[in-house]
């Protein structure tokens, strides 16, 4: 079967970039190994689908090269995207820090994909495996006509001038999440960046972690940091480490072997608040009961015990240097995690495709004309909060205005 471009893959890029090229008069065969269009789209935002973020910028994203991204981010815009929505008669939300909700469930979103895909001629191959990719190159190895794609799949073959891989990364395997898009790119000398899990849950050493481990289920309104990176939302302890949205967020910037920089008290001055109280008789845990549910309170302070020798006691017991030493504790807790809980439960991939050996305006390879990676399989990584839709929405019309 020849057509003018293959697409593998029927996430938010990939049916993105199919829309965008049927539209402009592409014939569009849109492939994929799963049985159903757009999982990811599905579960997302506890399926009512984080289409995007209203406050996207660049600085919002993760990738070797932070400047690769800014070119589709231009082109293709929040608004733009709800413009669409609008059109099909989809309303949204929005909720805490620009994420933008559906407000019915995000089967809406798919079925108005679905649909500018249908409208603009789009052949769609579900429940389909793809098998070997050949490639002819042109004489003068320039784009243009003369480049020729083949694809062996369990439907049927294809001929194409176009390949888009829109396979996204390895995060929540029960999606259908592979590393195809990375077979591609290794099978055309196409380097790879580092990858690791994105936007997840980190776990500790079970011995480390035991006193918290009862705590389960304690949230907290913390600032966590990295490096130069920081972010004010809420931590959730768990029965491995931590989690919630501050934690998920740092996730994609912590490195293995390093300390996290937790602020547990953001807005207090805690060293004058305990000058104020040093003449108080109650234990330190039950006055930060105030702040910290008791339970938390109580593990954090025998811990402060353990490891700094500053006991839990009444506040008109310690001393300048103590009450320093505790105020600095608590807006500076430091922990190390051991790790994350993997690809099983990681929102996003960190690391893909380099960019560099792509185009920012097309998401064409330089090196081989005709051959386009879009979404999560590329190395740009957007944060929590819609960012990653966003990322797929701009790099699929990218591509889709170029194919």
């Known amino acids: 079967m020849k057509t003018d471009v293959i697409i593998i893959g029927s996430g938010a890029a990939g049916m993105m970039c199919a829309l965008q090229a049927g539209q402009r008069g592409r014939s ?9 269009l757009a999982e990811k789209i599905r579960i997302s935002g506890g399926g009512r689908c984080n289409f995007t973020n209203i406050n996207t910028r660049p600085e919002n994203f993760i990738s070797d090269n932070p400047d690769f991204c800014r070119s589709a981010l231009a082109r293709y815009t929040p608004q733009h995207f709800i413009a669409l929505l609008t059109k099909h008669g989809i309303g949204y939300h929005e909720k805490t820090l620009g994420q933008l909700f559906c407000d019915d469930e995000s089967e809406a979103v798919i079925a108005m994909l679905r649909k500018e895909c249908d409208e603009a001629g789009v052949k769609r191959f579900m429940n389909c495996e793809i098998g ?11 784009q243009g006509a003369g480049h020729k794609f083949h694809v062996s799949t369990s439907r049927e073959d294809f001929n194409a001038a176009s390949l888009v891989i829109a396979t996204g990364g390895l995060s929540i395997p029960k999606t ?6 990375y077979h591609v790119a290794e099978q055309f000398g196409i380097p790879i960046t580092r990858l690791k899990p994105g936007l997840v849950p980190l776990t500790f050493a079970p011995d480390d972690w035991k006193p918290y481990a009862d705590l389960t289920g304690v949230s907290l309104d913390v600032i966590v940091s990295f ?3 920081s972010f004010r939302e809420n ?3 768990t029965h491995r480490g931590l989690s919630g949205p501050a934690i998920l967020q740092i996730s994609s910037y912590w490195q293995h072997g390093e300390a996290l920089h937790i602020n547990l008290l953001p807005d207090c001055e805690m060293q004058s608040l305990l ?8 234990l330190l845990s039950n006055f930060l009961i105030q702040w910290f549910p008791k339970n938390f309170s109580d593990v954090w302070c025998a811990q402060l015990g353990e490891k700094s020798g500053i006991e839990n006691k009444p506040l008109n017991q310690y001393n300048d240097k103590q009450r320093k030493l505790i105020a600095m504790q608590l807006h500076d807790w430091q922990v190390t995690p051991s790790g994350t809980v993997g690809y099983t439960k990681a929102e996003v991939t960190c690391g893909g495709i380099d960019t560099r050996a792509l185009s920012s305006k097309t998401m064409e390879c330089i090196e081989v004309p005709g051959l386009f990676f879009i979404g999560e399989v590329v190395d740009v990584t957007g944060q929590l909060g819609g960012y990653n839709f966003q990322w797929a929405w701009a790099s699929g019309y990218a591509a889709g205005q170029s194919v």
């Open 28 to 36: 569009v065969v849109l492939v994929d190994h799963a049985k159903k």
């Open 132 to 142: 070997e990719i050949k490639y002819t190159a042109a004489p003068d190895n320039k």
């Open 176 to 181: 259908g999440a592979t590393p195809f898009g």
């Open 227 to 229: 490096g130069k990176q």
């Open 235 to 237: 931590m959730l302890v």
């Open 275 to 282: 000058t104020e109280q040093k003449a108080g008789k109650k």
